[in-house]
């Protein structure tokens, strides 16, 4: 009498007669994959690969020549369609721009505010509540037809691009992203804190984060800085340069922030950079900007 021929576990019409070392079932030549003994089946090499501790960066970033810069890609393409969105509705501008405290008056136009309010005339920005221009506003960019117009969209963009990429392999996507929407807000804060009555838009305060950020994970991973410095300093002047039509607030106030926020992932101690406590970290300095929000909220109203 012969014996029942054994068949894959996972195509039963298969004759097999090789079985899988991890789970002893039977496998065909498509479901075989090579194992330092013998072969497995696909299910335990998924299983396998999944229990083995991926590689990290110094900063928490997971180590592959295969991670694509998603977040940075994703950040572009969200600044260019917001720019659509103003070429199409150029009051978008005016409603979500990061702006303190202006008047804005029965003729639609706006003037300084200087603690007062009159009949007719509405407390306008992040004074009177509007806290999320403190984000929209590090998404627009200066209308065509203003001065610089589009190139400020582009500036940042390229320098987003170039600069973006590295960091995010660094940090990691989350990390990344918190950075990036950290040193935005960071940046508003100080316009809102130095500049109440100015309407600022763009990327830059983040940007300027980044690159706070690339000149700290250079410096604590040991490379040449000479090249590094070269290129902060060229950052640098361009803040000077760029403070005669844009905002140099929005610049310090995000290159800062960007700077504590990359030096605490890459020098706090070994305990403390865990996912929780960098969560937590995160969540104080948040507190501590609408602290300084709402304290210089009460200073322009009065209470």
Request: a neutral charge.
């Amino acid at each position: 009498m012969e014996a029942a021929a054994t068949t894959c576990y996972r195509h039963p019409s298969i004759e097999a007669y090789v079985r899988c070392t991890r789970c002893d079932r039977h496998i065909c030549p498509d479901c075989m994959r090579e194992a330092s003994v013998g072969h497995q089946c696909v299910e335990c090499v998924k299983e396998g690969q999944r229990s083995v501790r991926q590689p990290r960066t110094v900063f928490g970033g997971v180590v592959s020549r295969a991670t694509a810069p998603v977040v940075t890609y994703v950040l572009i393409a969200l600044n260019v369609l917001v720019y659509l969105g103003e070429v199409v509705r150029p009051e978008i501008v005016d409603r979500f721009a990061v702006l303190g405290a202006v008047l804005t008056g029965p003729d639609g136009e706006q003037y300084y505010y200087r603690g007062d309010t009159f009949q007719g005339y509405e407390l306008t920005g992040i004074a009177d509540g509007e806290w999320y221009r403190l984000v929209t506003g590090a998404f627009l960019h200066l209308p065509p037809d203003a001065s610089f117009g589009v190139m400020h969209l582009l500036f940042n963009m390229f320098a987003l691009w170039n600069i973006g990429r590295a960091v995010e392999g660094q940090l990691g996507r989350a990390r990344y992203l918190a950075l990036y929407l950290l040193s935005a807000v960071g940046g508003s804060v100080l316009v809102y804190l130095l500049a109440p009555d100015t309407s600022t838009v763009g990327a830059s305060g983040a940007v300027f984060g980044l690159a706070a950020a690339y000149w700290v994970i250079h410096r604590r991973l040991g490379h040449d800085m000479a090249a590094v410095n070269r290129f902060m300093a060229g950052f640098l002047l361009w803040m000077v340069l760029s403070a005669l039509f844009t905002s140099w607030q929005g610049h310090l106030g995000g290159l800062l922030t960007g700077a504590l926020v990359t030096y605490g992932l890459a020098y706090a101690p070994a305990k403390l950079r865990t996912g929780p406590l960098q969560l937590a970290g995160g969540a104080v300095l948040l507190g501590l900007f609408a602290v300084a929000v709402a304290v210089q909220t009460s200073a322009l109203t009065g209470g």
